[in-house]
């Protein structure tokens, strides 16, 4: 028996006024995929995101979490085995390195054992233990991206989501972050979607990639399939040029 997809949505609707974002998406994500969604500015990549997460009510269609309408307590069950990276990585400026990388463990265990947490998480991206007890305002932009990458695995989560992990980033860090997502999918076996408009990004992580225009799903495959698929949307994209 095949398994439920982690994530699915059919026919996913969600409008601001005149303009709707998404219009008919259908979306499975399955367990231990690396699915990265690509797309223009205002295609309704972080929409789709925030509405799977509950952050946006959809105005139409359904959404089921590892096999489950996600209903509040689907939801809430769900998020007990998410961690995510946020764009700006999100940092909490008043808390020291381990209280963020260890916030959610905090709850859950004494604090000298939610700081071992942090550090060896620390370690995982690249960071050592000095970094601990520093201030977010004294880290550069890429290590507080790998911090809140350090934050995003500190509970060893079965599903991740990557919100623009490289955005700010110069090449080699970003490459760096790259790096990193892909070999802790790969290592712990999570089940990741990744937002992005950034092809190395998308060659680096992705095991299948699907493509949102004007709301809709231009395009879905492997990554492999990519470059060689015939869409012209898909191809003005990949290439970095208008599309005709």
């Known amino acids: 028996m095949t398994p439920s997809p982690v994530i699915e949505t059919r026919g996913l609707a969600k409008a601001f006024g005149p303009n709707r974002v998404l219009d008919g998406v259908d979306l499975d994500l399955a367990r231990g995929e690396s699915l990265v969604v690509i797309g223009g500015s205002g295609s309704g990549k972080s929409v789709l995101l925030r509405t799977v997460l509950g952050l946006e009510e959809a105005d139409a269609g359904t959404i089921r979490l590892n096999g489950a ?4 307590p689907v939801r809430a069950r769900f998020m007990q085995d998410f961690g995510m990276l946020f ?10 390195v ?3 990388v260890a916030f ?19 370690a995982r991206v690249g960071l050592g233990p000095e ?10 932009g890429g290590m507080r991206k790998r911090v809140g990458l350090a934050r995003a ?15 700010g980033l110069d090449p080699q ?17 999570a089940t990741a979607v990744t937002i992005t408009h950034d092809m190395d990004s998308v060659r680096a992580i992705a095991d299948r990639v699907a ?17 060689s698929a015939g869409d012209p949307v898909l191809r003005a994209f990949v290439e970095g040029r208008p599309a005709e």
Not at 87 to 96: E, G, K, N, Y
Not at 131 to 136: E, F, G, L, N, S
Request: hydrophobic residues 50%; aromatic residues 6%.
């Open 153 to 167: 695995i500190a509970a060893d989560p079965g599903v991740l989501f990557f919100d623009e992990p490289t955005t």
């Open 104 to 122: 959610r463990l905090l709850r859950a265990m004494p604090a000298p054992a939610a700081r071992a947490r942090a550090i060896e998480k620390l």
């Open 131 to 140: 970094v601990a007890d520093r201030m977010p305002s004294d880290l550069s």
């Open 211 to 227: 493509m949102l225009d004007a709301g809709r799903l231009r395009w879905q495959g492997p990554v492999a399939d990519m470059d």
């Open 98 to 100: 381990w209280r963020n």
């Open 87 to 96: 764009q700006t990585a999100a940092l909490f400026d008043s808390l020291p």
């Open 69 to 72: 309408l996600a209903t509040a």
């Open 173 to 189: 860090r970003a490459a760096g972050i790259n790096a990193l997502i892909r070999g802790i999918v790969t290592e712990t076996g």
